[in-house]
T-cell receptor
Framework: DAKTTQPPSMDCAEGRAANLPCNHS???????VYWYRQIHSQGPQYIIH???NNETNEMASLIITEDRKSSTLILPHATLRDTAVYYC???????????FGKGTRLSVIA | DVKVTQSSRYLVKRTGEKVFLECVQD?????MFWYRQDPGLGLRLIYF???????EKGDIPEGYSVSREKKERFSLILESASTNQTSMYLC?????????????????FGPGTRLTVL
């Protein structure tokens, strides 16, 4: 699986968009980009995933660059409850288990 | 909604005890996983299973075994608990069928069991 690189921490003001970057420069053509988050003392929660096209669901949007070497997770209107560790993972679908790195600790500030 | 449940949220055991951690999923998922999570080390895969009675070692299987007798249930066993197994244990499941080549690897996690071994 391709290695991903994320900043260790970020802050975001409540109500503003949170943009979380992820670099995956060695990603191969059929590896998906997955995003999860983990709120303190809970199990990780799936957010979104994509292959090439940008994706949006009720939680977030995923923007993948055309060369697929990086992506950005966007939480459009961050709330205090979005404070969590966010994990970006690149993986072949169904081939090997997902490998979680250290993620980005997002703090949403009132 | 997918539901993954774990038998206990908190568990305290003594060194040398045999410990069973149970995980049940209600969505007929093919794959199930056990991770442990420790501060500064992130999530580490212990074992996973992609079918009933099948198991594969993850990154840190030493000191653990697993059992999957039914599709919905995946048990993690600590044969003789030690203090270095004090950790948060997380179970997950996903739908991808390796045989059929369909589904997605999206993993759904349980709430976790915080195990303390004294």
């Amino acid at each position: 699986d391709a290695k991903t690189t994320q900043p260790p921490s970020m802050d975001c003001a409540e109500g503003r968009a949170a943009n979380l970057p992820c670099n995956h420069s060695t990603i191969s053509g059929n590896e998906y980009v997955y995003w999860y988050r983990q709120i303190h003392s809970q199990g990780p929660q799936y957010i979104i995933h994509g292959l090439k096209n940008n994706e949006t669901n009720e939680m977030a949007s995923l923007i993948i660059t055309e060369d697929r070497k990086s992506s950005t997770l966007i939480l459009p209107h961050a709330t205090l409850r979005d404070t969590a560790v966010y994990y970006c993972i690149a993986s072949y679908s169904g081939n090997t288990p997902l490998v979680f790195g250290k993620g980005t600790r997002l703090s949403v500030i009132a | 909604d997918v539901k993954v449940t774990q038998s206990s949220r908190y568990l305290v055991k003594r060194t040398g005890e045999k410990v069973f951690l149970e995980c049940v999923q209600d969505m007929d998922h093919e794959n199930m996983f056990w991770y442990r999570q420790d501060p500064g080390l992130g999530l580490r895969l212990i074992y996973f299973s992609y079918d009933v009675k099948m198991k594969e070692k993850g990154d840190i299987p030493e000191g653990y075994s697993v059992s999957r007798e039914k599709k919905e249930r995946f048990s993690l066993i600590l044969e003789s608990a030690s203090t270095n197994q004090t950790s948060m244990y997380l179970c997950a499941s996903s739908l991808f069928s390796r045989l059929a080549g369909i589904g997605t690897d999206t993993q759904y996690f349980g709430p976790g069991t915080r195990l303390t071994v004294l």
